[in-house]
């Protein structure tokens, strides 16, 4: 429990009691003016003891856990939507200078131990599941060397106290074991989060957004799509099809998978889709679509990214640019089908609002009669969804 929880109910406890049990309660309210005071007086004190003796009780427990949270809420927000954080909490930052009695001398910055013959030593590869101080001993008042951001890799020496050593640059340095796990070996959770859209939906809506974060220019929030010319279907059921094979696709890969939609009867902007992937810190957005050409001939599959200029999330241009020519490698290797490009534009508002990396992939053209026909199967689906999730693999594993 948070010790300013704790607090709180002590003393609406302690009011209950006092309450219950003054002599003072059926007095004269002269009298019990005269006297309520000194309840009251009991409860600061109390309370005095109680906050510097949980401040000290708790150092070693999971509020020094916390502490390594809330450097990291401010490092990066975005990533940790943990209910159990709670933005407003002061204990941690006040803590030093309310602990001790001799608040004198904060520790000396410690230097890390030198590992002697490093390229002997045994190591095994764990991976941050969050944003975590690497310090330079394993205790919460050593230095900080440095922040492993989530996702970084780091070479394991061995485990103890809730502590993991770890060999960088020919040193010992330590992070707290909650942060890190082993890598996931293939089958495993990968501990990615990727996030799908299956483009489109039943009706478009021809209300108009921003395409971008701040944009005076305008686009319809969500366009009809284009349709098979053989097949029938419209693309919102197809990008749908596939997109739920990518799904359990990548689940049986070990990702988590976040689906935008998955069903055809909603109503969610280009630029609100984009908002939900941010939210939920995806690692990657992949955005299915299926393209359309006024030359029936036209065919194969493409991804879109970002230019390396776009206004709004050119920091993510080279994860996206990464991503969407894996996925197209792969998606075009699975599929067999004819291979264009990866496009790069600054039009597409469903990207710019993007805060990860992000892909739009056009399978193929539903105006291309045996490209369409291909598309509405089951089997070639199913070569989609695999190319696809090879294609996140592999960007995954080169990260
Ligand atoms: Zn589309």
Redesign the pocket.
């Known amino acids: 429990m948070h010790p300013l929880i704790f607090i709180k109910s002590y003393y609406i406890i302690c009011s209950d009691i006092f309450h219950a049990t003054t002599p003072f309660g059926k007095g004269k309210r002269m009298k019990r003016r005269k006297h309520k005071n000194l309840p009251r007086l009991l409860m600061l004190i109390l309370t005095a003891l109680l906050l510097c003796g949980c401040g000290k009780a708790d150092k070693t427990t999971d509020n020094d856990i916390g502490i390594e949270n809330s450097e990291t809420m401010q490092k990066d927000p975005a990533k940790n939507n943990s209910a159990d954080y709670t933005p407003d909490d002061p204990i941690d930052d006040t803590q030093p200078a309310q602990t001790g009695p001799e608040p004198s001398e904060e520790p000396d910055p410690t230097q890390p131990e030198t590992a002697e013959n490093p390229e002997n030593i045994a190591v095994t590869e764990i991976i941050a599941t969050n944003s975590v101080n690497i310090r330079t001993a394993p205790s919460m008042d050593a230095d900080v060397y440095q922040v492993a951001e989530r996702r970084t890799f780091l070479n394991k020496v061995n485990e103890s106290d809730g502590w993991t050593k770890i060999l960088i640059d020919n040193a010992y340095y330590y992070v707290k074991s909650d942060y890190v796990k082993d890598k996931p070996l293939p089958g495993e959770s990968t501990g990615y989060l990727i996030a799908i859209d299956a ?2 939906q039943s009706r478009g809506n021809s209300e108009t957004e921003p395409i971008g974060p701040g944009a005076s220019e305008r686009k319809a929030k969500v ?1 009809s ?2 349709s098979g010319s053989v097949s029938g279907l419209a ?1 919102y059921e197809l990008t749908l099809q596939v997109s739920l094979k990518l799904r359990d696709e990548l689940e049986a890969r070990g990702y988590e998978v976040l689906m935008i939609r998955e069903s055809n009867d909603v109503n969610i902007s280009n630029a609100e889709r984009a908002e939900v992937a941010n939210q939920a810190g995806a690692d990657a957005f992949i955005r299915v ?2 393209n359309g050409s006024e030359n029936s001939g036209t065919n194969g599959a493409m991804t879109i990214c970002q230019t390396s200029g776009n206004p709004y999330n050119a920091s993510l241009y080279s994860q996206s640019k990464r991503l969407s020519s894996l996925v197209l490698d792969h998606l075009t290797a699975a599929a067999g089908c004819n291979k264009q490009y990866v496009w790069e534009t600054d039009t597409m508002t469903g990207i710019n609002w993007c805060q990860t990396p992000v892909t739009i992939v056009e399978m193929g053209y539903m105006t291309n009669p045996t490209e369409d026909a291909n598309m509405a199967t089951a089997e070639y689906q199913y070569k989609i969804a695999t190319g696809i999730a090879d294609g996140i693999d592999a960007y995954f594993e080169a990260e």
């Open positions: 483009g489109h366009a799509g284009t693309e679509h299926a």
